[in-house]
């Protein structure tokens, strides 16, 4: 098969990532991420959306609900 | 067969009362509604800890209850007229300078934000792994998911998110 752009490469992440590609357009998408910078970027970008989350997403229960929760677990 | 030792309701909850809150914030995007929701689930998990059979991790069983629960607050909340009032900003005050503050507090909205655009089902499974840190397994075992279906959320969930987030990466 041909090689592919990288638009294409992009509209097929979510297929690729569910293993959902026939083997020739699978390993045409690797060889693309193999040789291309930009598109291991994107790729990367994944990781770091979740490093982002890790630090920024953790939520902490209120003081007041923790306090009260806890006194009605603790007459469990 | 060798038995578990039960943990306490109270141990349990100092561990997990951050995490089972995250999760049900971002699953209802509504602070009270996830407050009741951690209540509810330590609970639930204090009348039924006798039934765990200390297979797999007891987080993961934890979190599945708390799962089930922000599911049924989704459910019952399609049957309502939304109430705009319900959809509470769950940002937090930052620490630190006033400048990282603000970076901070833009940053952690527009996180929510793009966490929200998510199905529920993808929300659940990128909480517990990618933010709650919990393993493919453990995600798994608390949605009642295969593993591969967990990883294949997950990939759907970033791919999702890293749209929205573009101007930040
Ligand atoms: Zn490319």
Not at chain 1, 40 to 69: C, F, K, N, Q
Not at chain 2, 15 to 39: F, K, N, P, S, W
Not at chain 2, 104 to 116: F, K, Q, S, V, Y
């Amino acid at each position: 098969m041909t090689e592919l752009t990288c638009d294409e490469l992009d509209a097929l992440l979510p297929e690729l990532f569910d293993g959902r590609l026939s083997p020739e357009v699978e390993s045409a998408s690797l060889r693309h991420l193999a040789t291309c910078d930009q598109c291991r970027i994107v790729v990367g970008d994944l990781e770091r959306v979740g490093e982002m989350y890790r630090e920024h997403g953790r939520l902490t229960l209120p003081d007041d609900a923790r306090a009260r929760i806890r006194a009605i677990l603790e007459q469990g | 067969m060798t038995t578990a030792p039960q943990p306490s309701i109270v141990a349990l909850f100092e561990r997990l009362a951050d995490g089972v809150y995250t999760l049900a914030a971002r699953m209802t995007r509504d602070r009270h509604a996830a407050e009741d929701i951690v209540q509810e689930t330590f609970l639930r998990a204090l009348t039924r800890l006798h039934t765990w059979r200390g297979e797999g991790s007891i987080d993961a069983w934890v979190y599945r209850i708390a799962y089930h629960q922000s599911i049924a607050v989704l459910r019952r909340r399609r049957d309502e007229p939304t109430d705009p009032a319900t959809i509470r900003d769950l940002v937090t005050d930052p620490e630190g300078s006033a400048e990282r503050r603000v970076l901070t507090m833009e940053l952690a909205a527009r996180l929510d934000a793009a966490i929200g655009a998510l199905a529920p089902t993808l929300r659940a499974a990128f909480v517990l792994r990618d933010v709650e840190g919990l393993s493919t397994r453990d995600v798994a075992s608390a949605l009642e998911l295969s593993e591969s279906a967990v990883k294949m959320r997950l990939k759907r969930a970033r791919l999702a998110l890293r749209r929205e987030l573009e101007d930040y990466l």
